[in-house]
């Protein structure tokens, strides 16, 4: 079994993009962010784009407020040369950057004022994974055009499963190209045409299921998007193959839990089948102690003879808390190693869990040292 030598992913300057994926929960955007401002201050020009991370996260990288432009981190040492910027993905807006850079104006304006077009802009399942996807696509185009970055640092968003992040683009691009808006379309034009009695009859059913006002925004909206059906299923295969070249790696973030490693196994897989570069796994949040020669038998049995002879009622607490935390450090054990002997050929590395959430430079530079102990 292999350790995870994540400086020398970092380091290598043929490494431009690297994606932290896994199941909700485990850490991925404190992992992103960790890594990229380690990254600047040993010399890499770095942009983190980062999707939800918590407020406080937010403030420490100077984020105060929704975002989608990259704005430079303050306080990041540069000596080496690096520079740190980061964004949060604004998921309306760069949709809407889509329709304004592929549409005219006048088409734009149509589709930007659809109540349908909002409601999918805002809120449909996959938008947020299909849109991370779009803004890792411009920022690798502005990245080799300006030079402005050399290394982009994607935090994948908080999914229900992880895989989503690799099926929302084929997801989205099936809908936007789908039966159901070319349905849509078709009393206009096409050969459907000569069918009007079954496409009537078809627009009839819906019209009762969506309601007469629904169904007509959304034939509004297919309308106006027709011209713009192609590009979203290009551009998804663009950026699939972009994920695919060895200049990309992916660090999967799990849990010392069942089911974020069950996630992590999935996902680990996934990439193997599609051809994409796993650098390894970081089993994040592993319970550890100060004291791992203290069994927690050893310590149950103490406490008991303290509270026993009546001495010490304080220790013997103390020694009980212990003995909790030692059982939770012998199952953390216990399931990552499991994970590791099935997966022997993925390189891992753990990071211990720590007492407080992360606040500022000085909580992710710990948890970098951290991931490259």
Not at 29 to 53: C, F, H, Q, S, Y
Not at 91 to 98: P, Q
Not at 250 to 271: H, K, M
């Amino acid at each position: 079994m292999t350790a995870l030598d994540l400086d020398a992913v970092i380091d290598d300057p043929a490494t431009r993009i690297v994606v932290t994926c896994g199941a909700g929960g485990v850490g991925k955007t404190t992992t992103a962010a960790a890594l990229g401002l380690r990254a600047a201050e040993r010399g890499r020009k770095v942009v983190v784009l980062t999707i939800d991370p918590a407020r406080r996260l937010a403030q420490s990288l100077g984020l105060t407020e929704l975002d989608n432009t990259p704005r430079a981190v303050t306080d990041v040492d540069t000596a080496n040369g690096g520079r740190l910027d980061a964004m949060m993905l604004d998921m309306k807006r760069t949709f809407d950057e889509v329709v304004l850079a592929h549409a005219t104006p006048e088409k734009a304006r149509q589709i930007l004022a659809n109540p349908f077009y909002v409601a999918l802009s805002s809120s449909f399942a996959g938008t947020q994974e299909y849109m991370a996807m779009e803004k890792l696509g411009q920022l690798h185009k502005q990245a080799e055009q300006s030079g402005d970055w050399d290394l982009i640092v994607v935090d994948t968003p908080p999914s229900r499963s992880a895989l989503d992040f690799l099926d929302a683009p084929e997801r989205l691009a099936s809908l936007l190209e789908g039966r159901f808006l070319r349905l849509l379309l078709a009393p206009a034009r096409g050969p459907l045409r000569l069918m009007s009695a079954g496409v009537n009859m078809a627009m009839s059913v819906m019209n009762k299921v969506l309601g007469a006002q629904v169904l007509t925004d959304v034939q509004t909206f297919a309308a106006a998007f027709d011209t713009l059906f192609g590009g979203f299923r290009d551009r998804a295969e663009q950026t699939v193959a972009l994920l695919r070249e060895p200049h990309t790696a992916f660090i999967v973030v799990a849990a010392p839990q069942n089911d974020a490693l069950r996630e992590a196994s999935y996902f680990t897989e996934r990439l193997r089948e599609e051809n994409m570069p796993l650098a390894g796994v970081v089993l994040n949040r592993v319970t550890t102690t100060h004291v791992p020669d203290l069994s927690a038998e050893r310590s149950l049995a103490a406490a008991e003879k303290l509270e026993e002879s009546g001495k010490s009622d304080l220790t013997a607490a103390v020694l009980r808390l212990h003995a909790d935390k030692m059982q939770q450090v012998v199952s953390d054990r216990k399931r990552a190693d499991r994970f590791r002997r099935g997966h022997r050929k993925i390189p891992t590395v753990d990071v211990p869990a720590l007492p407080d959430d992360v606040h500022d430079l000085t909580g992710l530079r710990t948890i970098g040292d951290l991931l490259t102990a």
